[in-house]
């Protein structure tokens, strides 16, 4: 971890798909040099809340109860090699830098009970990914870093612009990565041209499947918005 100027002890083992609940490498830094941590990724579902809180809008982080604190004490890098999305119809994408080398999201961490916690900032997708998905993560280039880890909170709030799009590529992957004890390197593999055309071929016979009474005729009925 040279790049980020830690040593980390443990034996660390490629990751290729980390979800929710599961901890992840983030630096920190409270005293004079960075250090290397474990937390889990989000804060687990509360009340009515379906699911883990796993990011922060960088447009009101500052504002939200939830995140207000750690934004102004306790931010981080969560390292990434690149990132998933999906576009629809449940169309899966890899996101990863051009040259394809590691990259640090903007991070909170906060605590929750005994444990820390991180979730990972996000702005409006830039240009083109915007086709895949409204949202991208908080990626801050290694000269923003430092300020982003020891920066007071007016200097954060200067960091949070929505890193452009040309910095990226990206390309279809399979729905595998859908499941959380999916983790191997076929994860990232790019989708060739012959999984895309059945694909595609699979997505028409549902559409038409799906648009078909038990009668046979037309059904008009509104599909599912969110599923």
């Not at 990751?15 to 920190?28: E, G, K, Y």
């Not at 969560?78 to 051009?98: I, M």
């Not at 890193?163 to 593999?189: C, K, M, S």
């Amino acid at each position: 971890m040279r790049l980020f100027g830690v040593t980390v002890m443990d034996n660390l083992q490629p990751r290729w798909n980390v979800a929710p609940s599961q901890a992840a490498l983030v630096i920190t830094q409270t005293g004079l040099q960075p250090e290397a941590i474990f937390p889990a990724w989000g804060l687990p579902p509360g009340g009515e809340r379906r699911s883990f809180l796993i990011n922060a809008r960088m447009e009101t982080a500052t504002e939200k109860p939830t995140f207000r604190e750690a934004f102004m004490h306790r931010r981080c890098l969560v390292v990434a090699s690149g990132w998933y999305e999906w576009s629809a119809p449940k169309q899966p994408w890899h996101v990863q830098l051009s040259d394809g080398g590691v990259m640090a999201f903007g991070g909170l961490l906060l605590r929750r009970g005994d444990e820390d916690r991180f979730v990972v900032m996000t702005s409006a997708a830039n240009g083109d990914l915007a086709a895949i998905h409204h949202r991208q993560p908080l990626v801050l280039s290694p000269d923003k870093w430092q300020g982003w880890l020891t920066g007071g909170p007016a200097v954060a709030a200067r960091l949070c612009v929505a890193a452009p799009a040309n910095l990226f590529n990206w390309y279809r992957v399979g729905p595998q990565v859908g499941r959380v004890a999916e983790d191997h390197p076929e994860l990232v593999t790019p989708l060739d041209d012959a999984a895309l055309a059945a694909e595609t071929a699979g997505q028409h016979k549902r559409k038409a499947d799906d648009g078909k009474s038990d009668d046979g005729k037309s059904d008009d009925r509104q599909g599912d918005l969110f599923g």
